[in-house]
């Protein structure tokens, strides 16, 4: 059975994973663009995601490209999805990166709101998933087939996870970066209880990057 991980999550030093006001225009919230910009933007597999040339090739490359492998299914909290709130109006939103998204996977979206199956270009299906991040998880599963489970975001949802010990492995990106407010990722949350401790910590020009991985119990 693959891992339920969340990789390349990007948190300011201050320990916010995305600024406040998310909307269409500030996917990040306002100012929180900063955090992808300050590491991920400039590398090699962001601009082929992108459908750009050239890039970095360093190590923040090689943990972009290495955190995209073996993944079967992403779990998303709905805000990774769109910038919509409350019920569907319609359903021409059909996510941030257009018709081809670099999932290429099953991807189930927690929402509260039903909304039919999405297939996209590449391979990528969205999933729309009104019960919970348990029954999420179910089916990210059976459609992995054994492979990886990313859940990608927002920190709502790596919250959750974290908190119901559901997460095997959580990769963080810390760059030189301060937001002042947001959303934060540990408030409230006592992971050495929870069983998460640092196994593993590598150093980059633009970011350290540290992996938490959960006990076995």
Do not use: C
């Not at 339920?4 to 996917?27: K, N, W, Y």
């Not at 099953?106 to 929402?111: A, N, S």
């Not at 459609?143 to 990886?148: L, N």
């Amino acid at each position: 059975m693959g891992k339920v991980r969340t990789s390349v999550f990007t948190v300011s030093i201050d320990g916010f994973g995305a600024a406040p006001r998310q909307s269409l225009e500030h996917p990040f919230g306002e100012g929180g663009l900063a955090l992808p910009a300050s590491w991920f933007f400039e590398t090699r597999t962001f601009r082929e995601m992108t459908g750009q040339e050239g890039g970095s090739t360093g190590l923040d490359d090689e943990i972009a490209r290495k955190s995209m492998e073996n993944i079967g299914a992403w779990i998303l909290g709905r805000n990774m999805f769109g910038p919509v709130r409350g019920p569907w109006p319609d359903e021409s939103w059909k996510g941030w990166w257009g018709d081809n998204p670099p999932y290429h996977t099953p991807v189930f979206v927690l929402t509260h709101h039903a909304r039919p199956d999405l297939p996209m270009e590449g391979g990528t299906t969205f999933h729309f998933v009104t019960d919970g991040i348990v029954a999420a998880l179910e089916r990210a599963r059976a459609a992995a087939q054994g492979r990886d489970i990313r859940v990608g975001g927002g920190v709502a949802v790596v919250r959750q996870f974290l908190a119901a010990r559901l997460l095997d492995e959580l990769h963080l990106v810390l760059p030189p970066v301060v937001l002042g407010e947001g959303e934060s990722l540990f408030a409230g949350l006592d992971l050495p209880r929870l069983g998460y401790a640092v196994a593993d910590r590598v150093v980059s020009p633009n970011a350290t990057h540290v992996t938490l991985a959960r006990k076995s119990s």
